[in-house]
């Protein structure tokens, strides 16, 4: 296996780039007329759906290679849901992980109605997430298709930098974040479940480019009938 490509430090030289100019551009005040609302679109909708894309690096004890990753993630009003997310590399094992994402930061906020005001701030700090998930591997890479399959554990953290604000984004579309994250999968050799042939437990550092949607029904709508009418 190779080492780390150069072509990674570039990467990851344009990813902390991109995260400060977001970081530039949203610490500003939210909105000109007034703090923001502390919710900021989440509950148009009950279900928010996040497509991202982007890479990282595969760290294996001594050795790093890049790798690509691909996500879906589900969140019902933005705080919790399961997700789906992809990493591989022609010279690195893929990995395919399947587990549920919490934003913590954010639902225990609302309840105490706690928000700086500012939007980009707001978003950025509730954002922080604990993923807990399993791990299918080897699924590409080299030696894939004779290697044994198996299970790992996976746990990561993340944290978005938003770089389109919901307030300025109209219909399902709800903005643009460049996602940090860390991963750790580990599948030992001899753990039940885990691949035979070689220890590939890892950590996956990188960065996702994504976009949120809001989809479906608001069910946590009061009834019409409930509604006081305007006269």
């Known amino acids: 296996m190779r080492p780390l490509a150069p072509q990674l430090a570039l990467w990851s030289r344009f990813v902390l780039a991109l995260a400060l100019a977001g970081a530039t551009l949203g610490a500003s005040p939210a909105r000109a007329d007034g703090p923001g609302d502390g919710i900021y679109r989440r509950f148009d909708t009950d279900l928010a759906l996040h497509l991202a894309a982007g890479g990282g690096a595969w760290l294996d004890g001594a050795e790093a290679r890049a790798t690509t990753l691909v996500e879906l993630r589900a969140r019902v009003v933005d705080a919790a849901g399961p997700f ?30 706690r928000f700086t005001g500012h939007e980009w701030l707001d978003l950025f700090l509730q954002s922080l997430s604990v993923e807990l998930g399993v791990a299918v591997l080897p699924l590409g890479g080299p030696d894939a298709l004779d290697a044994e399959r198996g299970l790992g554990l996976a746990v990561g953290l993340g944290v978005d930098v938003p770089l389109v604000l919901p307030s300025r984004t109209q219909g399902a579309f709800r903005g643009l974040a460049l996602r940090l994250m860390a991963r750790r999968v580990d599948a030992t050799p001899g753990y039940r479940a885990a691949p035979e042939e070689r220890d590939l437990s890892h950590w996956t550092i990188g960065a996702t480019l994504g976009a949120s949607f809001g989809v479906g029904v608001r069910a946590s709508d009061e009834p019409a009938r409930y509604r006081v009418r305007e006269r």
């Open 84 to 113: 789906v997310a992809f990493q591989g590399a022609p010279d690195a094992p893929g990995v395919l992980v399947a587990g549920i994402e919490l934003r913590p930061l954010w639902p225990a906020l609302f309840l105490v109605n």
